[in-house]
């Protein structure tokens, strides 16, 4: 599908602040791709559809992953949010003609992250945490500067962010979010 069909599809799926965010998304990812000289076509799907299955409802979300054979773990099954991104993927290929396995990736460990990962994967990671309309999260100055500076630096600063706010009871903790953050700091 053509990015601008894509918009008007995701403009009824999602929210209007989903949909805003999205859009933040998009825009972001396509600078940090112009920063590290990544394809900045490549960086703008991902970024727009990340959160493509973010607004259907969690028992839907579930009901769908069973449908479609997608693996959920016990974390997820009682965090169902979680698993807008690895559906997220899934409905890129399937609803939205996405065929580019890298993209899809990106979408897929948006939420957690995963050892290893890839430029584009860090670059919607990062991307997701700081576009323009986020303002939550502590040091996001810091956190923006780091991104055009340095995009394992950004990681590690995002994830152990993360950890602490998960800490503090901001929610359950995926252990791969962990594992991530390990990865980054070679603990
Ligand atoms: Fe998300
Ligand atoms: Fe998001």
Redesign the pocket.
């Known amino acids: 599908m053509e990015r601008l069909d894509i918009e008007k599809k995701l403009k009824k799926e999602l929210d209007k602040e989903r949909y805003r965010?999205?859009l933040g998304?998009m825009y972001t990812a396509a600078s940090l791709a112009m920063a590290y000289g990544v394809s900045m076509e490549q960086a703008m799907y991902a970024g727009l559809l990340?959160?493509c299955a973010?607004c259907i409802p969690n028992h839907e979300k579930l009901k769908l992953c069973k449908k479609h054979k997608i693996p959920v773990s016990k974390m997820e099954e009682s965090n169902p949010f979680l698993l807008h991104a690895k559906l997220g993927a899934y409905l890129a290929q399937e609803n939205y003609g996405v065929k580019d396995k890298e993209v899809l990736h990106a979408i897929q460990v948006?939420t957690t992250g995963e050892p290893g990962m890839g430029i584009l994967d860090k670059i919607i990671y990062i991307a997701?945490y700081i576009e323009p309309n986020r303002e939550k999260a502590p040091d996001l100055n810091e956190v923006r500067r780091l991104a055009f500076q340095d995009l394992d630096q950004a990681m590690v600063k995002i994830l152990s962010d993360t950890l602490d706010y998960l800490k503090k009871g901001g929610g359950d903790l995926d252990p791969l979010t962990l594992k991530t953050y390990h990865y980054f700091t070679n603990q």
Do not use: Y
Request: charged share 40%; no cysteine; hydrophobic share 10%.
């Open positions: 965010h999205t998304v990340h959160d973010k948006h997701d």
